[in-house]
């Protein structure tokens, strides 16, 4: 589906991804865990073309990344910021609905595009708040606004950058359990950022460990996410315990 | 769901007669007062009319309720659409440093000569010339500079070039026709100058209105725009293009009229919503009929004719206030 090869990238001078290479199969939840600044945020604006890599490959499936025409690559990848920045108050249908942009074929959404968009609120039980202006919700719903906008694109592949953050106990969960649904359901292939180890644990078929722009291990969450790595990583001491055949994980 | 639509496209469509009824009666009346008044009546059933009833409905009052039609409009979905693709509710149409230019452009023409399309042709190049240095600037080296901050760069240096003329300038002679050019008329215009502008300005309104809803993903910012499938540079270029020849049209033939750009499209917010496909209709509407209105009144209500540029801030400013005010409420 998606395949990274020997990926650099850098701000400036700085050197951010130091020669990345991923593959990620149909189907697939994979995880990014790394520490702050590790490039999880870059590795995914340049998979949806917000940044162009500096050396090695990005291949989407089995065509070059610089090769998709930008509408042509949201038709297939969309995204879910880590910030996104509110300034006019549109009301959550308006947004959800801006996610039909790639599929117009027009300079506006038809009805066609409102059922998808009105669809999709439904499939993420937020179709009452669809009136409302999406500064005035919760941190919790803006969050599944944005999923919801990224759902109307109808693409394959979804990129998530910390769905979780800022949000409750609840909130989280209820995420997560939506991922999960997502991808049995859809059949969406996601890429999800995430900082802690138990939610990668959960949801992750697969998890990089990033650090400093290099792939410190990649693999199943249970294998991955082990003492000696999260130390090489985090420099912290972790534990692990079993409980009904499930791993987790807490620093000492 | 079907209830949604129609309920939201009611009030959309409300919005839309209410103010084109409004221009109407506003034409109207516009048309008969004045220091040479007309009868209303007449008017209306195009009778009784002397010669000289034509010569000022036609000549003098025709060609200036058009201009602030067609001024007013353009200058509220202007500033509308800079809103939006900056993100930004407080910049207005001229940003990117179209009005300093062609301020600049005008005072040029006034001080070596008094022919009329000289000035408006100067005003015209130099408001595309400090457009085009704005996003030269902005673009200046791999540092992109943003447009908000070279508009305003190059905005101060044709203000300080301008000051300067104005410094040279014969003070009984070049000095006040400055002064009342970069206030705003729309006293010069001319029936012939409107058969030129008017079929230019329209079809721009009707483009720029198509490219509403496109606004809207703009207003995301760059990075949410590509992730939405649209080049956000492309798109950006295409609205500078044409919003750059609406304001310099509208600033050429008119000077400077401030503030309308900045209440009209707020004004239609409050009342009709943030999807821009609804602003950059109904803002060409209300803004056709407010600056109708302001014009009227500043040819009407005073003993002096005063430069409407002084009387749109005057209105505007306060209302303004008190449209923020209620929106924090
Ligand atoms: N626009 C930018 N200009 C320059 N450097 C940047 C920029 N964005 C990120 N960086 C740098 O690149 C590195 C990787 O940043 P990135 O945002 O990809 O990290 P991240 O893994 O997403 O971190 P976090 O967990 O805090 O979100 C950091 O060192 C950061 O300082
Ligand atoms: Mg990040």
Request: hydrophobic share 50%; charged share 20%.
């Amino acid at each position: 589906m998606i395949k990274i090869s020997n990926l650099q990238f850098g701000y400036f001078d700085t050197e951010v991804l130091k020669g990345l290479n991923i593959e990620v199969k149909e189907d697939e939840i994979l995880v990014l865990l790394g520490p702050n600044g590790s490039g999880k945020t870059t590795l995914l604006k340049i998979l949806s073309k917000i940044l162009k890599p500096k050396f090695g490959e990005v291949s989407i499936l089995g065509k070059d990344i610089n090769k998709y025409s930008i509408s042509e690559l949201a038709r297939i990848v969309a995204s879910v910021p880590q910030i996104h920045k509110q300034t006019f108050p549109y009301t959550v249908l308006d947004i959800v609905l801006s996610g039909r942009n790639p599929q117009l074929e027009t300079l506006k959404p038809s009805k066609k595009d409102l059922e998808v968009a009105l669809k999709v609120l439904e499939e993420l039980s937020i179709l009452h708040l669809k009136d409302r202006p999406y500064t005035n919700i919760s941190g919790g719903e803006l969050r599944l606004v944005l999923i919801a906008r990224a759902l109307a694109q109808e693409a394959k592949i979804l990129l998530l950058d910390e769905p979780t953050a800022f949000l409750d106990f609840k909130n989280s969960n209820l995420i997560l359990n939506k991922i999960i649904e997502l991808r049995d359901k859809r059949h969406i292939t996601f890429i999800i950022t995430l900082h802690d180890p138990n939610e990668a644990l959960r949801i992750g078929d697969r998890v990089a460990l990033l650090k400093k722009g290099e792939i410190v291990d990649i693999g199943k969450p249970f294998e991955v996410i082990n003492e000696k790595n999260l130390r090489k990583v985090y420099n912290i001491d972790v534990e692990r315990v079993e409980i009904d055949g499930k791993v987790f994980i807490y620093a000492k | 769901m079907g209830k949604f639509s129609s309920t939201q496209n009611r009030k959309f469509y409300l919005l839309l007669i209410v103010p084109v009824i409004f221009n109407i009666v506003l034409i109207l009346v516009s048309m008969s007062v004045g220091r040479y008044k007309v009868d209303i009546k007449n008017i209306l059933f195009l009778k009784n009319l002397t010669s000289i009833d034509r010569a000022v409905l036609i000549d003098v009052r025709l060609p200036r309720i058009m201009a602030a039609i067609l001024f007013g409009a353009t200058l509220s979905q202007t500033g509308a659409v800079y809103q939006g693709m900056f993100n930004n509710p407080l910049v207005s149409s001229y940003i990117l440093g179209v009005s300093s230019g062609a301020g600049f452009g005008a005072a040029v023409g006034i001080l070596f000569s008094s022919n009329i399309l000289l000035i408006e042709g100067l005003a015209f190049i130099f408001g595309i010339i400090a457009v085009i240095l704005t996003l030269t600037i902005s673009r200046a080296k791999s540092e992109s500079i943003s447009l908000v901050l070279s508009g305003f760069v190059v905005g101060s240096l044709f203000q300080s070039f301008l000051s300067f003329l104005k410094y040279v300038a014969d003070p009984y002679t070049k000095l006040p026709s400055i002064v009342f050019w970069l206030m705003g008329s729309l006293s010069q215009i001319t029936l012939k100058d409107i058969v030129i502008i008017a079929p230019i300005l329209v079809l721009l309104l009707v483009v720029v209105a198509l490219f509403g809803w496109k606004l809207n993903i703009l207003s995301f910012g760059d990075e949410e725009a590509v992730s939405l499938g649209e080049n956000p540079r492309l798109l950006k270029r295409v609205l500078i293009f044409l919003t750059t020849l609406q304001s310099v049209i509208v600033v050429s033939f008119a000077g400077v009229i401030g503030w309308v750009g900045l209440i009209i499209p707020h004004t239609v917010r409050f009342l009709v919503g943030y999807d821009n496909s609804k602003v950059l209709v109904l803002s060409i509407f209300f803004g056709s009929g407010f600056l109708l209105l302001i014009d009227t009144l500043s040819r009407t209500a005073f003993p002096v004719e005063i430069p409407i540029g002084i009387l749109t801030g005057i209105i505007g400013a306060p209302f303004f206030f008190v449209l923020i005010r209620r929106r924090h409420n």
